[in-house]
């Protein structure tokens, strides 16, 4: 068992903590959360609970939360501090990031100065750790489930976590043994199975070793033993790709000034850019986007709402988005495009209803890896 505190705004994301609390109580988990009435106290109450718990889960949805007015220069919210001081004491964390809106009124995305923090939030969270992206109950508890097993297999021990010992991934790791199964392996009825058939092979490989002592045959060095495989290859054969081995060669694409535009009745916000390798001659460029409908009616979130100008030429997307995003909510979705080795000016363009001109444009750059540029918050379309 173990002791998961669990970090979130409270009046956007109540069902999905109760669900996440019932999931940890069913998997025999002690759920931690130290919201009280008292603002003064909350802070420190919070900080000392989870120091004492053994895993921090974060839940975060469209709402920045409580701000404390006490030692708190930053003027963080308290779901931020607690992520901080998480990442502070060396305590593994899971953050699963709600990617839908089924109410905006609960939200701060038509507060400027409050989403504007969410979104540093969201951004500082993305660059700590890896979350895992849900819309409804039953991928938050299929996420969490992976998650939380992941996390406690790699917690780290009281005094790495003291001493910040470093490990292979960069971050405390565990030194404690796992639980001791109920019973011995072998004495299942798959490991004695498994145990005659490891011994019946072993014999065969004793009967062979002696039988063949007379036959010579050549030794290999052990180097060659592990290459022989590759070495098999006719030497004709196209060299075999790498996954990934694309990655360091991959341009770098931000957004060069603005992340969101805004139309009569709804927000485009670009959350994210990254490159992926696609073939030798073209990158993929995706884009992680949310739509915030403000109108009463639904609206489309698909691709035919965006297009890539590569060098002043409109290409549509190869994402296959198609979501219907309803009434006073809003939903994040993918949009990525292909994009030729040697492109030079790249846009996005965004359509909300070309014929009443409700369309934008967002400059993208193309820079290298060790560029940092913070683009700017919103645009308001022309219409």
């Known amino acids: 068992m173990a002791k998961v ?71 963080l919210s308290i779901t931020q501090i607690e992520f901080r001081r998480a990442g502070e004491l060396g305590l593994p964390r899971i953050a699963l990031l709600r990617t839908s809106v089924p109410d905006i009124q609960l939200t701060d995305l038509l507060d400027p100065a409050r989403n504007q ?15 895992a992206e849900f819309k409804d109950e039953a991928e938050l508890i299929s996420t969490l489930s992976t998650g939380v097993q992941r996390a406690l297999e790699n ?84 060299p075999v790709p790498v996954p990934g081995a694309q990655a360091s060669t991959l341009p770098r694409v931000i957004l060069a000034g603005l992340a969101e535009v805004r139309f009569e009745t709804s927000t485009y916000t670009v959350l994210g850019v990254e490159t992926q390798p696609r073939t030798p001659s073209a990158y993929g460029l995706r884009f992680q986007v949310r739509l915030l409908n403000r109108g009463k009616y639904p609206m489309n979130f698909w691709d035919s709402s965006f297009r890539l100008l590569i060098d002043g030429v409109p290409g549509a997307p190869d994402s296959n988005l198609n979501e219907v995003v309803a009434g006073n909510a809003a939903q994040a979705g993918t949009v990525s495009f292909l994009v030729a080795n040697g492109a030079r000016d790249l846009v996005l363009r965004i359509i909300q209803n070309q014929e009443q001109g409700e369309v934008a444009d967002l400059p993208l750059r193309i820079v290298s890896a060790e560029s940092v540029v913070k683009p700017a918050t919103a645009l308001r379309a022309r219409q």
């Open 117 to 131: 923090r969410l979104q540093a939030f969201q951004s500082e969270v993305r660059q700590s750790v890896r979350p």
């Open 5 to 75: 505190y669990v970090s979130s705004t409270v009046l956007d994301l109540k069902a999905e903590r109760e669900a996440v609390i019932h999931w940890l109580i069913a998997a025999d988990h002690q759920p931690v959360h130290s919201y009280v009435a008292d603002g003064e106290t909350v802070r420190d109450s919070c900080l000392a609970d989870i120091a004492r718990c053994d895993l921090y889960l974060l839940i975060l949805g469209h709402r920045y939360g409580y701000v404390p007015e006490r030692d708190n220069p930053e003027g």
């Open 155 to 238: 917690r780290p021990t009281e005094a790495a976590r003291a001493t910040g010992a470093p490990t292979l991934s960069g971050g405390p790791q565990s030194t404690l043994p796992r639980p001791a199964a109920t019973g011995s392996w072998w004495s299942t009825l798959p490991g004695i199975l498994t145990g005659v058939a490891a011994v019946i092979t072993a014999l065969t490989g004793l009967a062979a070793v002696f039988l063949g002592r007379d036959k010579a045959a050549p030794e290999l060095p052990p180097a060659a033993q592990v290459q022989a495989p590759a070495a098999a290859l006719p030497a004709s054969s196209p």
